[in-house]
T-cell receptor
Framework: EAQVTQNPRYLITVTGKKLTVTCSQN?????MSWYRQDPGLGLRQIYY???????DKGDVPEGYKVSRKEKRNFPLILESPSPNQTSLYFC????????????FGSGTRLTVV | AQSVTQLGSHVSVSEGALVLLRCNYS??????LFWYVQYPNQGLQLLLK??????LVKGINGFEAEFKKSETSFHLTKPSAHMSDAAEYFC????FGPGGYNKLIFGAGTRLAVHP
């Protein structure tokens, strides 16, 4: 089954403790992206990657890092999480062209206390 | 700048009534347009999309949307609401740039409530 897999689904952590949210897709998509969802703001792009070793900032990149060492994986790293990063996070992938939408993971609900 | 505007953060309808969720976008070139639905505590599910061709597109669960280029709109409708339609709906627009760059921009979302 074609899918984007995120882990963990839920995470509670303390301020300053480094964490990684993993994302993996099995569709051989070149394009991957991370979004955060906050009430009243919709989904905002954090980082994206157009292919292996090619990443760039989205609209809200502060406090986040990403890497793309393999085509299927695109982890999101919070080096020093803060409470304002409490949010619902989605990973997505797509082919670079064509009319297909993005395929989204099931989301990771992060709480930073 | 590219943007997506959903009019009304909350919409409430009676069961059996028409559902109309509004979406307008700004773009200098024809974009690809999407509606996603998010049920409580779940991820995003694609309802329907417009890329090219017929401007009236049908999606899952009886929803449809019409692309109106002159109005830069892509409103979502359903003739008769069902209790199971209660969810949050997101309009999204996919923009393309040079070198394969593309970006999916979301509206702020509209929460649909359906009451008996």
């Amino acid at each position: 089954e074609a899918q984007v897999t995120q882990n963990p689904r839920y995470l509670i952590t303390v301020t300053g403790k480094k964490l990684t949210v993993t994302c993996s897709q099995n569709m051989n998509h070149e394009y991957m992206s991370w979004y955060r969802q906050d009430p009243g703001l919709g989904l905002r792009q954090i980082y994206y990657s157009m292919n292996v070793e090619v990443t760039d900032k989205g609209d809200v990149p502060e406090g986040y890092k990403v890497s793309r060492k393999e085509k299927r994986n695109f982890p999101l790293i919070l080096e020093s999480p803060s409470p304002n990063q409490t949010s619902l996070y989605f990973c997505a992938s797509s082919s670079p062209q064509g009319g297909g939408g993005y395929t989204f993971g099931s989301g990771t609900r992060l709480t930073v206390v | 700048a590219q943007s997506v505007t959903q009019l009304g953060s909350h919409v409430s309808v009676s069961e059996g009534a028409l559902v109309l969720l509004r979406c307008n976008y700004s773009s200098s070139v024809p974009p690809y347009l999407f509606w996603y639905v998010q049920y409580p505590n779940q991820g995003l599910q694609l309802l329907l999309k417009y890329t090219t061709g017929a401007t009236l597109v049908k999606g899952i669960n009886g929803f449809e949307a019409e692309f109106k280029k002159s109005e830069t709109s892509f409103h979502l409708t359903k003739p008769s609401a069902h209790m199971s339609d209660a969810a949050e709906y997101f309009c999204a627009v996919r923009f393309f740039g040079p070198g394969g760059y593309n970006k999916l921009i979301f509206g702020a979302g509209t929460r649909l409530a359906v009451h008996p």
